[in-house]
């Protein structure tokens, strides 16, 4: 080997030793002080698209860990112990924040050193009346129920429907006044089942381009053009899963000229369960007159979804992926809560969503009117 490739094999080797002496540099920094947990593994985690992700983990020494990653808009963050389902919630941003609690209350939480996070704690105060005022009128229900008080129970369901809707409508206030906050997108998205496309799509909108870039705000974009794509009045998307059997069917097979019921539910939801006579009637009065059903399950267990099925006795044709609140079917059509169905008109065209009860009846009786 020549003097000259022994000199640039020495460079070489120079600069690989020196990288790899240069230590990532990080801009957010949680100093954690768990007390009582040890020496045990915790984890930093994120919640996105449905899915834990796992950002960092460290060996705790005598209840105390370091973590540190780069963010570039503030993000909510999880910290959670191996072995325990506990976590420690919390905004993160740029710097350096502390964070403190104890293993046996994960609830009472101090953090220090994050501006986000003492907006969201704040604002998340404003909304403690409302629980307050939910967990009143649930205990008045329970009280009504076992008395037998109808009218009463009518009332009070009246009444909690009006405290959601001030809570919703809280949040909605929030995010429009402080459009420049991450804490805004954040709480429309944890509860965007709430809001109806109308909405969503306003507050959506105005949020400042500064915030642009945000998973939450990106998130929200996308939702709203989900419930876009799948609005009343837009012809249906097509998708196939497998029946009980095994077989692939398509919705667009069950059209056929058809008026169809899309109904999503699953065999672990109580107030599906309690809708599903209510189907049945439907079903049955009107089948012969060309009404179907295409039940979607969000169901994981396939035995206890077909249990189900042959106990309600629901005799028109089911599918599922059995991927629980990740099917495939529910993201297509923005689903976030069950029951939840859609009535499709022989053309193609979504024509109503959610009917339920004497609305779903009044609605069949209007169409198959002699």
């Given at each position: 080997m020549n003097?000259?490739?022994?000199?640039?094999?020495g460079l070489l080797i120079g600069i690989i030793v020196v990288s790899c002496q240069q230590k990532e540099t990080f801009n957010f920094k949680v100093n954690a002080t768990i007390t009582g947990i040890g020496d045990k593994m915790v984890y930093l985690q994120q919640r996105k698209n449905g899915d834990w992700v796992k950002l960092d983990s460290v060996a705790f020494v005598n209840d105390k860990g370091v973590f540190q990653e780069n963010i570039g808009l503030p993000e909510f963050f999880y910290l959670s112990v191996k072995g325990d389902r506990a976590y420690v919630p919390f905004f993160g941003e740029q710097g350096e924040i502390n964070i403190s609690t104890s293993v046996n209350n994960m609830r009472d939480v101090k953090v220090e050193g994050s501006k986000t996070h003492d907006e969201?704690?704040?604002?998340?105060?404003?909304?403690?009346?409302?629980?307050e005022q939910a967990s009143q009128l649930g205990q008045r229900y329970q009280q009504a129920k076992s008395e037998g008080k109808e009218e009463e129970l009518s009332k009070i369901e009246d009444e909690y429907n009006d405290?959601?809707?001030?809570?919703?409508?809280?949040?909605?206030?929030?995010?429009?006044?402080?459009?420049?906050?991450?804490?805004?997108?954040?709480?429309?998205?944890?509860n965007s089942y709430l809001f109806d496309l109308d909405q969503l799509d306003k507050v959506t909108n105005g949020f400042s381009d500064k915030i642009a870039e945000s998973y939450y705000v990106n998130y929200l974009k996308d939702r709203v053009a989900t419930l876009k794509r799948v609005a009343v009045g837009q012809k249906?998307?097509?998708?196939?899963?497998?029946?009980?059997?095994?077989?692939?069917?398509?919705?667009?097979?069950?059209i056929n000229g058809n008026y169809v019921l899309v109904d999503f539910w699953a065999s672990w939801c109580a107030p599906c369960r309690a809708e599903n006579p209510n189907v049945v009637k439907a079903y049955n009065k009107y089948h012969d007159k060309g009404f179907d059903v295409f039940g979607v399950s969000f169901d994981k267990d396939h035995d206890k979804w077909v249990k189900a099925?042959?106990?309600?006795?629901?005799?028109?044709?089911?599918?599922?992926?059995?991927?629980?609140?990740?099917?495939?079917?529910?993201?297509?059509y923005g689903v976030q809560s069950i029951p939840h169905n859609l009535l499709i008109n022989p053309e193609g065209i979504i024509v109503e969503k959610n009917l339920r009860g004497e609305d779903l009846q009044k609605k069949l009786e209007g169409i198959y009117a002699d």
């Open positions: 003097k000259l490739s022994l000199l640039l094999l969201y704690d704040a604002f998340m105060g404003t909304l403690a009346k409302f629980d405290v959601e809707k001030q809570k919703s409508q809280s949040m909605l206030d929030y995010a429009t006044s402080n459009n420049e906050s991450i804490v805004g997108p954040f709480i429309i998205m944890s249906f998307v097509d998708f196939t899963l497998n029946d009980v059997d095994g077989n692939p069917v398509s919705l667009s097979s069950k099925i042959e106990d309600d006795n629901l005799g028109w044709t089911h599918v599922s992926d059995l991927k629980y609140w990740s099917s495939e079917a529910g993201k297509l």
